[in-house]
């Protein structure tokens, strides 16, 4: 995403009942002074937000978590939902120190991020990006597809809009391919019989008083457009910028324009006045 690469560092947080989250560290800590960017990812896994991660650590300290389960990683039985994701990573962010922080959250980790935004009694939680997330009831069937019994290839014409950036199965290893799979067994863990969504969410969201970015991907065919304008009026302070020549991953197909927008969210809207 950018000509300097920020490495990054790993370790594992362990937030009690047995729950470990393993995180990966960009940018400095010490000097965050409590600030920070928390970074989820969807389905795909944490490699697909390293890149973002990676650019914005250029301007601030950044945090990648990998839910639990996901990428090889242990979930404790107890762990079953969006929202108990939502309540671990908050209680990550007191565990850091961190209290003023966006959230953006790709996919399910924007469903992640509207869930702690809504639980965030110590208003830590100061702004928040969706990139094509899902977590709120469709208006119709079209706006937002489930993909659980269609095949990879299905799901990554759906998913991107270039056909250079979707997956190739039958160019993987048997390892890749059961990562894969073992990932999207957990994806539907915590995503509940409703898979996609959580049915009331949608109407709890006038709640969240934060500034909201829905930074869209137009070519998205799992999380249309139509759904994520839907998404960002449910925000008091929504915002949708569209993301042309993007599916359901912006971020890998036009980092540029996602860098952009989030720039002029912050600016703008954020921090108006140069805070």
Request: aromatic share 6%; hydrophobic share 45%; charged share 15%.
């Amino acid at each position: 995403m950018s000509a300097t690469q920020t490495a990054s560092t790993s370790r594992t947080v362990d937030l009690g009942l047995g729950l470990k989250v393993t995180i990966k560290e960009y940018g400095d800590l010490a000097t965050a002074g409590g600030s920070a960017v928390l970074i989820l990812h969807g389905g795909g896994g944490s490699p697909t937000v390293a890149g973002l991660a990676a650019a914005l650590a250029e301007h601030a300290y950044v945090v990648t978590p990998i839910h639990p389960g996901f990428d090889g990683t242990p979930r404790v039985p107890w762990a079953d939902s969006v929202a108990d994701l939502a309540d671990a990573y908050l209680d990550l962010l007191a565990r850091l120190g961190l209290s003023s922080v966006m959230v953006i959250g790709n996919s399910v980790g924007g469903w992640i991020a509207s869930e702690m935004a809504l639980r965030d009694i110590d208003g830590r939680v100061k702004s928040i990006v969706l990139l094509n997330a899902v977590g709120i009831r469709p208006d119709n069937a079209t706006q937002l597809v489930d993909i659980r019994t269609l095949p990879p290839v299905a799901v990554g014409k759906l998913a991107f809009a270039s056909a250079a950036f979707r997956p190739n199965p039958a160019t993987m290893t048997d390892e890749q391919r059961a990562g894969m799979a073992a990932n999207q067994q957990t994806l539907a863990v915590y995503a509940g019989p409703d898979f996609l969504f959580a049915p009331k969410l949608r109407w709890r969201l006038h709640r969240v008083t934060v500034p909201v970015l829905a930074a869209w991907g137009e070519e998205d065919g799992v999380a249309t457009a139509e759904y994520g304008r839907a998404f960002a009026a449910s925000f008091p302070n929504g915002h949708y910028q569209p993301i042309a020549d993007a599916g359901h991953f912006p971020h890998i197909e036009q980092p540029g324009a996602v860098l952009a927008a989030i720039g002029d969210f912050v600016t703008n809207v954020v921090k108006p006045d140069g805070d």
